[in-house]
C-alpha cells in the first residue's frame, strides 16, 4: 500500500502508511529517548496514549528543540487527524485542488481557506496562541495542495457559517469532536448538524453501533440534548455514503444543484451531474466565442441549467 503524504503548520512534510503506523513506536522515529518519552506523557496526561508514536512523525522536528507541553498537545491532535484521515478512501486524499480553486469552488476568500488548512497565530490579553488547522492538506503535488476531503470539510464549514454559525463557535466544536470520537465523525460525518445556532452531533448511544443506528442529538460544546425538530437541514447539498462519510456535494456558489463535486467523478472537478461533463469544459467553449445554444446542445445540456450555473459567481 503506498503511503499518504501530508503537511502540517510548522512541521516538515512527512509520510504515513496505513498498513505500518499501527505498528510504529516513539523509539523507531525519535532519536532521543528523553524526548520522545516527555512527549508521549505529555499525549498520554490528555487521554491520546494511543496517539502517542504521533508526536515523533520527524526526526527533524524533535531532535531540533523540545516542544513545550502546550504545543505537544497541539501536535498530538494533529497527528490523531492525519492518522485517522488515511483510513480514508485513497480517492479523498489525493491533491486535486489549489488552495486558490477550492476557496472559489466553496465560495470564500482565499485567506479564509488558507486559515481553515494552515492553522494561524493571534494575540490575546494572556499571550500569543496558536490556532490548529481544520481541513485536510496534501503534500503539494506542484500546485496542488488540496484533497477532496479537504474540500468537502470546508464545504461543511461555509455552510455552517451560512447557517448563521460563527468561527468562535465552530472551530471548539470540530476540536472536541476531534479529540473525543475522530476526525471522520467530525466534519465528514453525517452526524454533524446544526440549529443555526450551534454545532450539533447525532451521539450514538452505544459506541459500537452501525453508522445508520439513530442517536440523540445534543450541542457538542455541553452536551445538551436538542430536539430533532429545532434542526434545520442547512447540510441538505450533501450526499453521504453508507459508512454516514461525505461521498460528494453541491457548491451553492455554482447557482443550481446540478452541479456536483464528487472525487470518484471527472477527478473531483464541478461537474454537471446531468450529463457527467465537467462544467469547465462547456463553460471554455462559451468563453471561447462559441455559441451558446450551439454548445448547450452539443452536450445534450438543460438551457436553464446553464444559464445559472454560467452566471453563478463561482469562477469570480
Not at 520522545?36 to 496517539?51: P, S, Y
Not at 516542544?67 to 490523531?80: D, F, N, Q, S, Y
Amino acid at each position: 500500500m503506498s503511503s499518504v503524504a501530508f503537511r502540517t503548520v510548522g512541521v516538515p512534510s512527512f509520510a504515513l502508511s496505513p498498513a505500518v503506523t499501527a505498528d510504529l513506536r516513539v523509539a523507531d522515529l525519535v532519536p532521543d529517548a528523553e524526548i520522545g518519552n516527555g512527549l508521549a506523557d505529555d499525549c498520554a496526561r490528555h487521554g491520546h496514549i494511543e496517539d502517542a508514536v504521533g508526536i515523533a512523525f520527524t526526526r527533524e522536528l524533535l531532535a531540533a528543540r523540545p516542544l513545550p507541553p502546550g504545543e505537544a498537545t497541539l501536535v498530538c491532535l494533529r497527528w490523531r487527524y492525519l492518522r485517522e484521515m488515511a483510513a480514508l478512501p485513497g480517492v479523498y486524499l489525493e491533491p486535486r485542488y489549489s488552495q486558490a480553486e477550492a476557496a472559489r469552488i466553496v465560495g470564500v476568500p482565499a485567506n479564509s481557506l488558507r486559515n481553515w488548512a494552515s492553522g494561524y497565530t493571534y494575540l490575546t490579553a494572556s499571550g500569543q496562541r496558536e490556532s490548529t488547522g481544520l481541513i485536510a492538506l496534501a503534500e503539494p503535488f506542484r500546485s496542488l495542495s488540496v484533497p477532496f476531503a479537504g474540500l468537502a470539510e470546508a464545504h461543511v464549514i461555509t455552510s455552517l457559517k451560512a447557517a448563521g454559525l460563527p468561527m468562535q463557535r465552530i472551530r471548539p466544536a470540530v476540536m472536541k469532536l476531534r479529540e473525543e470520537i475522530g476526525v471522520q465523525e467530525a466534519l465528514l460525518s453525517g452526524r454533524l448538524k446544526t440549529d443555526g445556532v450551534d454545532v450539533l452531533y447525532e451521539y450514538l448511544d452505544d459506541p459500537d453501533s452501525s453508522p445508520d443506528t439513530p442517536g440523540h442529538l445534543a450541542v457538542v460544546t455541553n452536551r445538551q440534548k436538542v430536539f430533532r425538530e429545532a434542526v434545520a437541514e442547512y447540510l441538505q447539498t450533501v450526499s453521504y455514503s453508507d459508512q454516514d462519510v461525505i461521498e460528494r456535494f453541491s457548491p451553492p456558489t455554482f447557482g443550481h444543484p446540478d452541479v456536483i463535486v464528487d472525487p470518484w467523478i471527472n477527478g473531483g472537478k464541478p461537474t454537471f451531474n446531468s450529463i457527467g461533463v465537467r462544467v469547465s469544459d462547456v463553460e471554455g467553449r462559451v468563453l471561447a466565442g462559441e455559441p451558446f445554444d450551439e454548445v448547450i446542445d452539443d452536450f445534450d445540456l438543460d438551457p436553464e441549467i446553464a444559464r445559472k450555473v454560467l452566471l453563478s459567481p463561482h469562477g469570480r
